[in-house]
């Protein structure tokens, strides 16, 4: 049955699920649960199903590796790129701001307005940002529209941030596209009180490159907050919402809802707002933007959300309920509940960018939903890098992306011996990330990355000692000391100990290791 949209009028809750499935069981398997099974093992099929039924999901191969170009094989253009990155690198980092539009705006005008050439969706939110714009972007492609995603901050090159087509923009088209804006930046560099930051000449360089593709459809991802946020030049027909919680305090509030406030601001007049499960303040705020723009809002586990969800092997079984109706055996590549609920905000917001729940009550082609989830990666979110031991990649760098990560990693995988190695960002709230790892790790490695935004392994350590207790703790300020500090602790029980590692902390630490775990 299809569901219509409506202005802030509520409508009734998912309808209950069948009590004769459990959908956190993976041993309550249908055909479609083994049609994945033997497409996504090349092993004895009878012995896939055992091991998922039993949640032994270590011995299997990880997702799929995703999209993140390694460096240029040409020395010429991996010349030009790193010149390129240094000029940017000179410019005001992503955590130095000024709350204003003015710039980019600016930016903008003298480029003859490029970010109106093409429909955007917008989306802010505190977690799941990312993951879900590649989820709209894969749903989009699947229907044969050509995709710009701009998001951030990237897990090792420069060039994620831009894809086309969903795949990177190529590092030559990145430099072509740095040198075509670049006197323009100067332009307006030489007319404003500060200099255009480092992020606001990426944010020129996306809108640009969309135009010159041209692409059918931008999905662009807040840097930070909404109202002042670079990105925030657009004007998103689709309004996306991702959970709030806090995270950037010092900057967007102290409250849910005082940060509701700043992301709002992408909300814009007769737009139609995807709004995730929230807080109780931060939805007030929202809705009361909604209706003081005139928008219409979708809330999840009213107007959509998650039908049912089953642990598969590689990934999840999912029922959606859309805009339009409901869609079933969705398989997703993708572990966590959370990644379930991105799915279905990913969903809705396509759904209304097509018109459906306004302009018409019928869902989308399902055999198009489904090869389009099926396709969708996310490195860096738990993601399996290694086995034997089991080495999990996991951006989560805040408490609440931390109790995510850690109730999918208990979901998911059978650890009995799980390591944590953790390096942070200065300005975060370590403490409260480290009390949410704390009751799945036997032990942490504390290390720090090499930028210069870490915070000092001792710092961190000292957070750690808190939480963990002295004989829990261990200190390797160098990553590669970490990991083989790591391997050997999650090896010390044996092969069949049930041993593993979880790399996270930072999205930059997580790229890091990637790299030296040659995932790169």
Do not use: C
């Not at 950037?248 to 995807?274: C, F, M, N, Q, W």
């Not at 993708?334 to 306004?358: C, R, W, Y």
């Not at 409260?432 to 000092?456: C, Y």
């Amino acid at each position: 049955m299809s569901v219509p949209l409506r202005r802030l009028a509520y409508v009734s809750d998912l309808p209950p699920r069948d009590d004769d499935r459990d959908p956190t069981d993976p041993t309550d398997s249908d055909d479609a649960f083994e049609g994945i099974v033997d497409a996504e093992t090349d092993r004895d099929p009878d012995l896939a199903v055992i091991e998922a039924g039993s949640r032994t999901l270590r011995t299997q191969a990880g997702p799929p590796q995703g999209d993140i170009p390694a460096r240029p094989t040409d020395p010429e253009v991996d010349r030009a790129l790193r010149e390129v990155e240094t000029e940017l690198a000179g410019r005001w980092g992503e955590t130095k701001l000024e709350p204003s539009v003015s710039r980019i705006a600016a930016l903008m005008d003298v480029l003859g307005e490029p970010q109106r050439a093409y429909p955007s969706i917008h989306i802010t939110g505190t977690n799941g940002k990312t993951s879900t714009a590649r989820m709209i972007e894969a749903l989009f492609a699947a229907f044969d529209l050509r995709t710009g995603r701009y998001t951030s901050p990237h897990v090792q090159s420069i060039t994620e941030r831009i894809s086309l087509d969903g795949a990177p923009i190529e590092a030559e088209r990145f430099v072509e596209t740095y040198h075509d804006i670049k006197p323009y930046v100067e332009m307006v560099d030489s007319q404003q009180e500060y200099r255009l930051s480092f992020f606001e000449v990426l944010t020129g360089m996306a809108y640009a490159a969309f135009a010159d593709a041209p692409v059918d459809v931008a999905v662009v991802e807040v840097g930070m907050g909404g109202s002042w946020d670079a990105t925030n030049v657009i004007d998103g027909s689709v309004a996306v919402v991702t959970p709030i919680d806090l995270d950037h305090t010092d900057r967007l509030g102290s409250t849910p809802g005082e940060i509701a406030t700043e992301k709002s601001g992408i909300i814009k007049p007769d737009a139609t707002v995807i709004m995730a499960q929230q807080p109780v303040d931060a939805a007030q705020v929202l809705l009361k933007k909604a209706v003081e723009v005139d928008a219409t809002v979708a809330r999840e586990g009213l107007e959509f959300g998650v039908v049912a969800r089953q642990v598969a092997v590689g990934g999840q079984l999912l029922t959606l309920r859309g805009l339009g109706g409901e869609y079933e055996e969705i398989f997703l590549p993708l572990h966590g509940e959370h990644q379930a609920h991105n799915a279905a905000v990913a969903l809705a917001a396509v759904e209304a960018f097509f018109g459906i729940g306004s302009q018409h009550a019928r869902p989308l082609d399902i055999e198009n939903i489904r090869k389009a989830f099926a396709t969708v990666t996310s490195p860096g979110r738990l993601e399996v890098v290694r086995r034997s031991p089991t080495i999990v990649l996991d951006a989560a760098h805040n408490p609440a992306g931390a109790r995510a990560t850690a109730a999918a990693i208990s979901e998911v995988f059978d650890f009995s011996n799980l390591i944590g190695v953790v390096g942070a960002s200065e300005g975060k709230d370590m403490k409260g990330l480290l009390e949410a790892f704390e009751p799945i790790f036997a032990e942490i490695v504390v290390t720090q990355n090499t930028s210069h935004r870490a915070m000092d392994a001792d710092t961190l350590a000292a957070l750690a000692v808190e939480v963990f207790g002295d004989d829990r703790v261990q200190v390797e300020p160098r990553l590669p000391d970490a990991l083989e500090a790591a391997i050997t602790l999650a090896e010390e029980e044996g092969e069949y100990a049930g041993g593993g590692v979880l790399v996270t902390g930072s999205v930059i630490t997580v790229g890091e290791a990637r790299l030296l775990l040659g995932r790169g």
